[in-house]
């Protein structure tokens, strides 16, 4: 399972629980309202795991691409280096778009 959907499955168990809490308050259902609240803390938790997941990949793409883009300037290899680049600004923008 890709990380993206487990962050999508995060995000729908938050809701699930939010809906869950609030009926139980509705109800007056503690039990309810409980197992909503557990449902919604661990939606956030499978959501921010597939995020560091995403961070962690980024990152090593990053330093993956800057080390090509590295030895394309080294060895004056500009497809090389622009592939570096490209890779790095890549890992770039997955970290930041998982914080």
Request: charged share 30%.
């Given at each position: 399972m890709s990380n993206q959907s487990k962050k999508t499955?995060?995000?729908?168990?938050?809701?699930?629980?939010?809906?869950?809490?609030?009926?139980?308050?509705v109800l007056g259902n503690e039990q309810m309202t409980a197992e909503g609240r557990a449902k919604e803390f661990e939606g956030k938790a499978r959501e921010e795991g597939a995020k560091a997941a995403e961070r962690t990949r980024g990152k090593i793409e990053e330093v993956v691409g800057a080390v090509k883009n590295r030895v394309g300037a080294l060895t004056d290899n500009e497809q090389l280096e622009l592939e570096g680049r490209a890779k790095e600004l890549k890992g770039e923008t997955r970290q930041k778009l998982n914080k």
């Open positions: 499955e995060g995000v729908a168990e938050q809701l699930g629980g939010k809906i869950k809490q609030g009926v139980g308050k």
